[in-house]
């Protein structure tokens, strides 16, 4: 078999009308900011997934989980190819931290409209097929 395309996921922590982005180091996308995510395993569920990726990588728990969206996302430099699937989830609990120092170089609370840039590729592309909060 050839080469695949990934499934990642992307998740939305909301709070207080902001939510939670991260500058990425260390992986493709490198200094672009990120929502917390990661990569859908096999014969889990996309809830499951997104609740580990949250508090592996931002010590935060989250609720009300939902599918928002989903783009296709072609990184041509790494010859990398993803459908991420983007979710939208209510913050729980826990204090935000950089779990993986090694891959995130800090978290920030932003609203829609300060996204800082450059933003990480299928955050660029949700944004450009219209998809809001």
């Known amino acids: 078999m050839g080469k695949v395309p990934r499934v990642g996921v ?3 922590v909301l709070k207080n009308g902001k939510f939670l982005i991260g500058k990425r180091i260390n992986a493709h996308g490198e200094g672009s900011w990120s929502l ?9 569920e996309l809830e ?3 609740k580990r990726e949250v508090i592996e990588e931002t010590n935060v728990n989250i609720k009300k989980i939902k599918v928002l969206t989903v783009t296709n996302d072609i990184f041509k430099k790494e010859g990398k190819h993803y459908i991420t699937i983007f979710l939208l989830s209510d913050y729980e609990s826990g204090d935000v931290k950089v779990m993986e120092p090694e891959k995130c170089q800090g978290w920030r609370w932003v609203s829609w409209e300060d996204i800082p840039k450059p933003m990480f590729l299928p ?7 219209g998809t809001t909060l």
């Open 10 to 12: 992307g998740v939305f």
């Open 48 to 50: 499951d997934c997104a």
């Open 36 to 44: 917390p995510g990661g990569h859908l395993e096999f014969n889990e």
């Open 123 to 129: 955050l660029e592309n949700m944004i450009k097929q």
